[in-house]
């Protein structure tokens, strides 16, 4: 962890309205570590599906957990992707294709496939990166 990520985790942690953004951080970090430790990256591919599923999973279920704390619960049932798209599309079609991505490529191509690109897996989780800043800006916009 990076001394700017630590001290972005004390602010975060002293706003109780974003604590998911710091659950999505650390989901996010979690993933880059499973890549970095276990992955076993050659040249341009990881060896170890496992480990490429377990990340792709993992940085997902952040952004889930970034979402969730913008759109709040679904009335009936459990949510799904189609409700997150939904969602998003009321706020912001960018955000939304981001989404998309991110489902197509963490979700399914690394979380599902064990898809062994890096490049692959760097795209998903700059994805990943750049909704759960999405969700911390609005956040910020909405508590001020």
């Known amino acids: 962890m990076t001394f700017f990520v630590a001290l972005q985790y004390i602010y975060l942690y002293t706003n109780n309205k974003m604590k998911h953004i710091i659950e999505a951080h650390r989901y996010l970090d979690n993933a880059k570590d499973i890549l970095r430790d276990k992955g076993q990256k050659e040249d341009k591919y990881y060896k170890d599906s496992k480990y490429v599923k377990m990340a792709g999973n993992t940085a997902y279920n952040g952004v889930l957990v970034a979402l969730d704390g913008l759109l709040g619960n679904k009335k009936k049932g459990r949510k799904s992707v189609e409700w997150y798209k939904e969602e998003l599309s009321k706020l912001d079609k960018k955000i939304l294709y981001s989404f998309f991505s991110a489902y197509e490529t963490l979700?399914?191509?690394?979380?599902?496939?064990?898809?062994?690109?890096?490049?692959?897996?760097?795209?998903?989780?700059?994805?990943?990166?750049?909704?759960?800043?999405?969700?911390?800006?609005?956040?910020e916009l909405v508590s001020n």
Request: glycine share 10%; no cysteine.
């Open 107 to 139: 979700h399914l191509s690394m979380g599902y496939d064990g898809h062994p690109s890096a490049q692959i897996a760097a795209d998903g989780l700059e994805e990943a990166e750049e909704i759960i800043k999405w969700v911390e800006t609005k956040q």
